[in-house]
């Protein structure tokens, strides 16, 4: 595999923004290493149990580049990782898949940014922003995820709410999306489906479904939803047993379609990504600990070593973070039904 790694620091100061999230705290203006993926090759990473990984530009501009973040771990925290380039395969894979089988872990994802997105327009041919598995038991938190451009889901976490009349029963694990941003998708934005999982201030604009409640009962709070195909916001499936209805709280839509607990709180305000506190707009923002809400650490980088003595070339080739894909499947039913994901093989 012909995949470098460069290691980068961008010239404004490393403070912290007082911003937490699970026990963390988001940095900005932080050193962030650069993983270049080459062309035609996959980029995979696994995080284990209490595993951080943190500070990654993952460039898949390369054609036919892709990469994967496995975090099937518990109390694992994934930060500040930005993927620049788009998805330019048909292969229907994830950015990032997660969940956390121990009912008493919490995994955090925290400032990611996928806004360059995927080629193909062409459901289901494209990735996933964030899949969550359907043995997901624990608490995911997600804040500041940037997802634009993919003709697929931007979290598609409805799986842990798969009832016991589905192959794949599920977990029953929460999924929580905080201050995140979402635009051009198709089945939906944020989708999710246990009673404890909620959306907050989120902003979703031209998706088939803004947010939906695929199962269970959800909250949607202070979210700006427009634009949408099928509606806004949609609670139900129509395929399974166990069905879903939305309840909202103080949320802005246009449309809505299923089964709603609430209304609209009026017309939508937001449609940017820089509208949402703490989004980060570009790949390297979201490296190096910045966001739309304050200082974006856009400034000059300079590549430097490990012990910061001036400028180093770092190529490498990787092994350890490259795995075999077999150890992970993914069951597809189409859009009205579900895939889950098999973990017997280990991760």
């Known amino acids: 595999m012909h995949t470098s790694r460069r290691r980068f620091l961008t010239s404004t100061a490393i403070f912290s923004t007082g911003a937490m999230l699970g026990g963390t705290t988001a940095v900005t203006g932080?050193?962030?290493?650069?993983?270049?993926?080459?062309?035609g090759e996959t980029f995979e990473k696994r995080l284990n149990d209490r595993e951080t990984w943190e500070n990654k530009l993952i460039d898949i501009t390369a054609q036919n580049a892709e990469a994967e973040i496995y975090a099937l771990a518990n109390d694992f925290t994934l930060r500040n990782i930005g993927f620049k380039g788009r998805w330019d395969t048909t292969r229907r894979g994830h950015f990032i898949i997660a969940q956390c089988t121990d009912a008493n872990a919490t995994g955090v994802i925290d400032n990611i940014?996928?806004?360059?997105?995927?080629?193909?327009t062409e459901y289901p041919n494209s990735p996933n922003g964030i899949f969550v598995g359907s043995q997901h038991a624990g608490t995911l938190k997600i804040n500041n995820l940037h997802v634009q451009h993919v003709a697929d889901n931007a979290v598609y976490g409805s799986g842990p709410g798969n009832g016991p009349e589905h192959p794949n029963p599920g977990g029953g694990g929460d999924v929580i999306i905080t201050n995140s941003y979402a635009r051009d998708l198709q089945p939906a934005a944020f989708r999710v489906g246990t009673d404890?999982?909620?959306?907050?201030?989120?902003?979703?604009?031209?998706?088939?479904?803004?947010?939906?409640?695929?199962?269970?009962n959800p909250t949607?709070?202070?979210?700006?939803?427009?634009?949408?195909?099928i509606a806004d916001i949609y609670g139900g499936n129509g395929s399974w047993e166990t069905d879903g209805t939305a309840t909202v709280k103080n949320c802005r839509y246009d449309t809505s379609g299923g089964n709603i607990d609430?209304?609209?709180?009026?017309?939508?305000?937001?449609?940017?990504?820089?509208?949402?506190?703490?989004?980060?707009?570009?790949?390297?923002?979201?490296?190096?600990?910045?966001?739309?809400?304050?200082?974006?650490?856009?400034?000059?980088?300079?590549?430097?070593?490990?012990?910061?003595?001036?400028?180093?070339?770092?190529?490498?080739?990787?092994?350890?973070?490259?795995?075999?894909?077999?150890?992970?499947?993914?069951?597809?039913?189409?859009?009205?039904?579900?895939f889950a994901i098999d973990t017997t093989g280990g991760a």
């Open 262 to 338: 609430g209304s609209s709180a009026g017309a939508p305000q937001r449609t940017k990504p820089e509208e949402v506190e703490g989004v980060p707009l570009t790949a390297e923002e979201a490296a190096s600990g910045g966001s739309s809400g304050g200082d974006n650490g856009g400034g000059s980088r300079d590549e430097i070593d490990d012990s910061g003595n001036g400028i180093v070339d770092t190529t490498e080739l990787l092994t350890a973070e490259t795995f075999a894909h077999n150890e992970l499947t993914t069951h597809y039913e189409g859009e009205t039904g579900h």
């Open 113 to 120: 940014y996928i806004g360059d997105g995927a080629a193909s």
């Open 220 to 229: 949607y709070v202070d979210c700006d939803f427009s634009d949408c195909q």
């Open 30 to 39: 932080a050193e962030y290493e650069r993983i270049t993926v080459g062309a």
């Open 196 to 216: 404890g999982s909620r959306v907050e201030n989120c902003v979703a604009v031209n998706a088939h479904r803004g947010g939906w409640a695929y199962y269970n």
